[in-house]
């Protein structure tokens, strides 16, 4: 149901970009966005986005990271700007939508010198 793409090894300071696609029926009216996780910890929210475009991020992320999608493509991207050692973890991609919640794999994200 959702492929997701991009992450790895940056500088502090860096960027990058994570792309998750969704495939299969997807309610018309839904929710997708990223989380994240590190070891030992629960996994957080970083930015969503309804199918209506509201967006919501996480302070910690909010001025640095940007939410978009690509409607016909059913995809949803972050860009990730400044990033920071304490970014380091896994992101996950989140599709919502009626009572349903699927996952994507999850894509290591790095920053460090």
């Known amino acids: 149901q959702l492929q997701a793409s991009g992450g790895g090894l940056v500088q502090p300071g860096g960027s990058l970009r994570l792309s998750c696609t969704a495939s299969g029926k997807i309610f018309r009216v839904n929710v997708m966005g990223w989380y994240r996780q590190t070891p030992g910890g629960q996994r957080e929210l970083v930015a969503t986005r309804t199918s209506g475009g509201t967006t919501n991020y996480a302070d910690s992320v909010k001025g640095r990271f940007t939410i978009s999608k690509d409607n016909a493509e059913n995809t949803v991207h972050l860009q990730m700007d400044s990033l920071e050692p304490e970014d380091t973890a896994v992101y996950y991609c989140?599709?919502?939508?009626?009572?349903?919640?699927?996952w994507g794999q999850g894509t290591q994200v790095t920053v460090s010198s």
């Open positions: 989140r599709l919502s939508f009626l009572r349903y919640i699927f």
